[in-house]
């Protein structure tokens, strides 16, 4: 793993959005996976920007997004989908047919997950997979527990996790309790991970992650047994610690 401490939000996004722009530079036809919440949004805003400015094409990129909340509508102001159109697939000149997202209007968990999974085999390896990382460790929606899940699956949120993200509904009550999300073994298949962490909120979480044990009871610990991880972390994140 190799963590680069960056000073606050903005030069974490900053950052991230270069590092994913290399990879589109290189690769015109990469297949990324991307993310959603608090963290990514300013990567997204920086990538707009470079493309606003004609230094990114989209035409031949391909995303696939970690995961969907359950039982939600893909025109729901609270939808991944929505979040990912919203802040970036309307913004720039990706095709919407080469952006994949687990349908949460489906309620068929098998097959979504199933055929989720098939759709990313088919179109992989992921060539970067952009990450966040969850108050209580989880990334995706893979929430701490006694294993590891390999594949697509539709996972409950955990109460810190509901609690976390009932920040974008009207009440907690609101909050989708299920979401289909990339298994870990997803995610591990990836070529190379780029994780983001901002805030002192994340300084504890992230600790454990760097310097605890692989465990899943913090899933994104797993991400030290991946030969190709980045994390950009801000200094609130970071803590005093001297990485
Ligand atoms: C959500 C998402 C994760 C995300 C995490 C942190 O529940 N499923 O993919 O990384 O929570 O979100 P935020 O970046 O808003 O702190």
Redesign the pocket.
Known sequence: MKVYRVKDYDAMSRKAAAFLAAKMILKPNALLGL?????PAGTYKRLVEMYQAGELDFSGIRTVN??EYRGILPDSPNSYYYFMKENLFSKVNILPENTYIPDGSNPDAQRVCREYEDTIERLGPIEVQL????HDG?I??NEPGDEFEDRTHCAWLNEQ?IQ??KRFFETGQDVPRQAYTMGIGTIMRARSILMLVSGREKAEILRQVLEGPVTPKVPGSILRFHPDVTVFADEAALGDGGR
Do not use: C, P, Q, Y
């Open positions: 993310a959603t919440g608090s963290t970690l995961d990450l966040g990382l969850g989880h995706a929606f996790t976390a993200n």
